[in-house]
């Protein structure tokens, strides 16, 4: 019989209460709440969560048993510090779904000897350029990339390859620093573009852009759980983007019934590319371009997909994503029955020009049928700067679930009706 006990950070502050009985997973930064809340949420349910992060807990209160605070950049001390709870508490797994913080994350997996992927593999999903290599030994479909470390070089890439050309920073993901360059002139400003974007805890690299082939054709992205060799597709989300020439992602679609999630040559690109990186347990979020000439693999991040896509994901089949990434992390194998197939989609509300906000305001009275949710994402004082002076830029998301795709995609379009922003032009940012 289990005592009932009461959990501390490292600091003595009192949590709350743990009777023992879920497994405890060290969970690696919370990141923000308003787009990861729901995975705390959920997998708390299960597991109990003991964070490491810089920053003492706030919001993240009702969902962890107790904290460390900690440096989690950097190995060295995230392992000293996990290694202070392990000694304390049975820990059964490292839970991580923050992309600046996977690969230090992997590396307190191998020291305290528990499931996941080795800080080697998931360094190499997040440097796209060790992926275009490695996938290029697999023979797995990508387009051709050339690494550049100047402006000389990326000109000299762009004619080499043929216009146009996508420039992209190498370490980052979520569309921060694309651009599509389609001719000579435009090369400078997409490769500033792609060398200027940043995100905390994003290594810096020598080769710090790439140069590649522009693949044609619809984007997609696949949210995969890999256990014990199997490789399950859970959520198939096709991306729209927006803000050309750039490629912000602005919203997402989802489809239970999608029959991407069975398609043989899609299945097979993503078993060939993680075997290929060394990705063998978790949940993973894939991006494709569906060309006329079969799917192009664009990149592989070794976390849950962002943008609340796990999220319509359970909307969508009833599988629980983020409940999956937790079991496989835990060495428990994901369940991953379909439930129910729905369509979902969400929409990602924009300023039109840049701004500082007044007031983001959700009139639920506009709310119909078809919409689930409606999400202020920006508040008074914010500042929104559009690409290239900002990324994700966005002041509101908005919801859709029903049976049928188009029943979804019509309904979002009356987002700018239910969400109103108000706001004054933001002043130029001085050099």
């Excluded at 949590?15 to 930064?29: A, F, H, V």
């Excluded at 959520?235 to 991407?260: C, I, N, W």
């Amino acid at each position: 019989m289990c005592t009932e006990e009461t959990s501390y950070d490292m600091r003595g502050e009192r949590n709350m209460p743990w009777d023992g009985e879920k497994p405890l997973l060290l969970l690696i930064g919370s990141s923000g709440r308003v787009s990861r809340e729901f995975i705390l949420r959920t997998v708390s349910r299960r597991y109990a969560l003991w964070l490491l992060q810089p920053a003492p807990v706030t919001w993240e209160e009702p969902y962890v048993v107790g904290n460390t605070v900690v440096d989690n950049t950097r190995p060295e001390p995230l392992i000293d510090a996990a290694r202070r709870v392990a000694a304390e508490h049975e820990v059964t797994g490292v839970f991580c779904y923050d992309e600046g913080l996977v690969t230090p994350a992997a590396h307190v997996a191998r020291a305290l000897g528990l499931p996941g992927n080795s800080p080697e593999a998931v360094a190499a999903c997040r440097d796209k350029n060790a992926t275009r290599i490695a996938l290029e030994k697999a023979r797995v479909p990508q387009p051709a990339s050339i690494g550049v470390r100047s402006l000389r070089e990326a000109r000299a890439a762009a004619e080499k390859l043929g216009f146009p050309v996508v420039l992209k920073p190498r370490g980052l993901a979520g569309g921060m620093g694309v651009r599509r360059a389609d001719g000579p002139d435009e090369v400078e400003s997409a490769y500033r573009a792609a060398a200027g974007a940043s995100y905390p805890g994003v290594p810096v690299f020598d080769v710090s852009v790439l140069v590649e082939e522009y693949a044609d054709g619809p984007e997609i992205s696949v949210d995969a759980v890999f256990f014990e060799g199997e490789c399950v597709p859970l959520v198939v989300a096709r991306k729209k983007v927006g803000l050309a020439p750039f490629f912000e992602e602005t919203g997402h679609e989802v489809d239970g019934a999608d029959p991407l999630l069975s398609d043989p040559e899609l299945i097979e690109a993503l078993r060939a590319s993680h075997a290929a990186l060394g990705f063998h347990t978790g949940v993973s979020h894939t991006e494709f371009r569906l060309t006329a000439n079969g799917p192009r693999l664009m990149e592989v991040n070794a976390r849950l997909g962002g943008d609340m896509i796990p999220y319509l994901g359970e909307l969508a089949t009833g599988v629980d994503v983020a409940m999956a990434a937790a079991d496989a992390a835990a060495g428990r194998r994901p369940d991953t029955t379909v439930r129910h197939r729905k369509a979902a989609a969400i929409t990602f509300l924009y300023p039109e020009r840049d701004i500082e906000i007044e007031s983001v305001t959700v009139h639920e009275d506009r709310l119909t049928p078809e919409i689930h949710s409606a999400t202020a994402m920006a508040g008074s004082g914010a500042v929104l700067r559009l690409p290239p002076r900002g990324y994700i830029s966005r002041y509101a998301r908005v919801i859709a679930l029903s049976d049928s795709g188009d029943l979804a995609r019509t309904a979002l379009r009356r987002a700018p009706e239910i969400v109103e922003l108000v706001g004054r032009p933001a002043e130029v940012p001085t050099a």
